[in-house]
């Protein structure tokens, strides 16, 4: 069983950097895949970005490629993203997930936290 709380959303001005974190409970976290998803109002979650368990391998949608960056680190059983360049457009609520070593271009997860809100002002 993994939680997941992510943190760190608010709002800010199109233009500026903003880095959410997600800290998961658990013993086994450095054994899961993270991932970030998204959802914007009347939209379906979508997903944003991925990294292994090893924290080798990453994967980026489109639309966030050399503006986001998804880190973790394992000793502190947190996961971050890493948002520059931001866009009235990237407004959304933020979801961590995991799941056990999938492959990061999964879209398939089986943990999800709570959700963070960020909002960008143009």
């Known amino acids: 069983q993994v939680q997941l709380v992510e943190s760190g959303g608010r709002l800010v001005q199109a233009g500026n950097s903003l880095r959410l974190s997600c800290a998961a409970s658990?013993?086994?976290?450095?054994?899961?895949?993270m991932a970030w998803f998204r959802q914007a109002p009347g939209k379906e979650r979508e997903f944003v970005a991925a990294i292994s368990w090893t924290g080798g391998i990453t994967d980026y949608a489109d639309f966030v490629k050399g503006r986001f960056t998804v880190s973790r680190d394992n000793a502190k059983n947190t996961v971050y993203l890493q948002m520059s360049s931001l866009k009235p457009e990237d407004t959304a609520v933020y979801y961590c997930a995991a799941r056990y070593k999938v492959l990061v271009t999964s879209t398939s997860y089986d943990y999800w936290g709570q959700g963070t809100q960020v909002t960008v002002s143009s």
């Open positions: 658990g013993r086994t976290f450095s054994s899961y895949t």
